[in-house]
């Protein structure tokens, strides 16, 4: 079955130091990837995609993440971490050529940066 | 417009009662998907629309849950006869010709008391 982990539940993490959020997927195929976040009571937003070529992908609010083909994975990451990326994040596949365009989710990761 | 609307932000019903969420894409989107996030979960699909064919229903959790876009735009979710495991926040994203870009809406908190 084609699935995304985040391993992580929740990830706490002080103001100022790297971050990363974790995602692996079991798809098959060459999927698309996205990663999300949600801010309490509102929907979520389009963080990055990683969809070909440069396997490092910038995105919104200075993250990035890196595409790891051998290892299934596509783990969020930003340098420097602000109280204000508080939020829930959200890791997304959609298999290549797969069922109509539909991504899966994972279960989402809680990101606490303490000041 | 400008983004995905959803409407009302906010629903309480009685078990047993009927409730229709609607969706309002963005304009031009030809694709609208309905997802349900419960909580403590990740977003769970329920349908998808992709222009004029049949909608993907494979994720709809029971015949209570009907959905429907009219004239390719606004979409219409239906679930009949609440439970209050249907309690969770509905949401409803959109997507563009080049089909990367998906956009959610702000959602739809339902609470079946």
């Known amino acids: 079955a084609q699935s995304v982990a985040q391993p992580e539940d929740q990830v706490n993490v002080a103001e100022g130091n790297p971050l990363t959020v974790k995602c692996t997927y079991s798809?098959?195929?060459?999927?698309?990837l996205f990663w999300y976040v949600q801010y309490p009571n509102r929907g979520l937003q389009f963080l990055l995609k990683?969809?070909?070529?440069?396997?490092l992908v910038k995105g919104s609010y200075g993250f990035e993440a890196e595409f790891n083909k051998s290892q299934t994975s596509f783990h969020l990451k930003k340098p420097s971490a602000l109280v204000s990326d508080s939020a829930l994040y959200f890791c997304?596949?959609?298999?290549?050529?797969?069922?109509?365009?539909?991504?899966?989710f994972g279960k989402g990761t809680k990101l606490s940066v303490k000041p | 417009g400008a983004g995905v609307s959803q409407s009302p932000s906010n629903k309480v019903t009685e078990k047993g009662k009927d409730v229709e969420l609607r969706c309002d894409p963005i304009s031009g989107h030809t694709a609208l998907y309905w997802y349900r996030q419960s909580l403590g979960q990740g977003l769970e699909f329920l349908i998808y629309?992709?222009?004029?064919?049949?909608?993907?229903k494979s994720g709809l959790p029971s015949d209570r849950f009907s959905a429907e876009r009219t004239g390719g735009s606004v979409s219409t979710l239906t679930i009949q006869r609440t439970q209050q495991e249907d309690s969770a926040v509905y949401l409803c994203?959109?997507?563009?010709?080049?089909?990367?870009?998906?956009?959610f809406g702000s959602g739809t908190r339902l609470t079946v008391v």
């Open positions: 629309f992709q222009g004029n064919s049949a909608p993907d």
């Open positions: 994203a959109s997507l563009g010709q080049n089909n990367y870009g998906y956009t």
């Open positions: 798809v098959s195929g060459n999927p698309y």
């Open positions: 990683y969809i070909t070529g440069d396997n």
């Open positions: 997304a596949v959609r298999p290549y050529g797969g069922s109509q365009g539909n991504l899966i």
